[in-house]
DNA sequence: GGCGGTATGATACGAACGTATGAAGGAGGT
DNA sequence: ACCTCCTTCATACGTTCGTATCATACCGCC
């Protein structure tokens, strides 16, 4: 990792928001350190480097979430019921770090491959989706096909919506940072995941 | 639009491969020109600047993919196999126009709102999916629920599976260049959106 | 043949970038 | 008091960027 101090915690603070709203190409050391309080150097000085610095943040964050959701991964409940609560958390983890999407998009438009850590998350949150469909369809709750391919369309949705929040916004009048209509819009996520999933219909409320 | 020449046609062809491959600020004049086999003035000269450029690539690039689409969403039947139709029809014209998906996120991960043509673009293909889903309600072939949220669900699946083709096979190794992977993949996801918006359960074949 | 307007050419300019350099500060140990 | 080491600071360097400038080349037309 890199050597907790006042200006470097201040330094990665600075650096995740401004990362985070204008990507690594777009924010200069300039404005990282002026942002934080500190001198052009400091970054070179406790980091090494502008990327040395980015890695540091991108790793911090993903962390963050990464712990958050596989704790709400090992709900006890049916199938169907645990995918429901894993859409709703990542949801909810997106709503709470609203710097994570932010970065991961910028991540996505960069040419080069995902980091390990960042890789490594997917790959384990989407394994998670599969294995618990798969538990459903040995239970005969959930219809055939493709585990992998039903846990990418699950995933898709949270996944998108967050990430593009603003052109959903601005296309489609749906106000995610109204707590109100954020509340239907993940009640009607969780719902069509829960009857593309089914392999029987379900009971209307 | 601009003054069509031979000059001006390299240059908008150069431009659209480079920025949808490294996005605006990735992609400089001097790489533009020179893979264009042009002067460096000449996009100053014929467009004014480098954004002016750029705005026009960006609408050519969504005129023809929204011809396509709109042409998609206009075929007969009931509005089950309409909607099917609609979601494989956005996977085929992600697949033949790849530089569209790349701009649009590379756009997304851009401060600025969207261009208006984007927007209308993205508005439009929202609406189309929320009034099929309206339809398919009012003849009882769709269950209840809001159909502009459940159009969300519906199209975010096609937008991120093809947005984040490189995350995806490198997270869930799921190869989307591959053709039979790729059919199989698309015959999921159309599956899933009809399951999850059907009011009963569809025989399976 | 010469002329005028359009297009292309080489080059210059000022700004912003990430990083390197070396001096100045400041607290803790002896 | 002084030396040491970690940190901060101002400033310089070399590159790359988008655009401006102005000379040269091309071509239909009188």
């Not at 609203?98 to 384990?124: F, K, S, T, V």
């Not at 995610?176 to 993940?186: C, E, F, I, N």
Request: zero cysteines; aromatic letters at 6%.
């Amino acid at each position: 990792m890199y050597q907790s101090s006042s200006t470097a915690d201040a330094l990665v603070e600075a650096a995740r928001q401004l990362f985070s709203q204008h990507g690594y190409d777009g924010t200069s050391v300039r404005a990282i350190t002026r942002h934080a309080g500190t001198n052009l150097g400091a970054i070179t000085y406790h980091f090494g480097s502008k990327e040395a610095l980015y890695e540091v943040v991108l790793a911090a964050v993903n962390q963050g979430v990464d712990d958050r959701l596989m704790a709400a991964a090992q709900t006890p409940g049916p199938p169907l019921d645990r995918i429901g609560g894993f859409v709703q958390a990542l949801f909810d983890v997106f709503a709470e770090n609203p710097d994570y999407p932010q970065l991961i998009m910028h991540e996505l438009a960069r040419e080069r491959p995902l980091p390990e850590g960042l890789r490594q998350a997917l790959e384990r949150r989407i394994g998670t989706l599969a294995s618990l469909i798969r538990e459903g369809q040995e239970d005969g709750s959930i219809r055939t096909g493709d585990p992998m391919l039903m846990a990418l369309s699950v995933g898709s949705q949270p996944l998108w919506i967050t990430l593009a929040a603003r052109p959903v916004q601005e296309g489609a009048r749906i106000d995610q940072t109204d707590p109100k209509t954020r509340k239907r819009l993940v009640g009607s996520v969780v719902e069509f995941v829960r009857a593309g999933l089914a392999a029987h219909p379900e009971k209307r409320e």
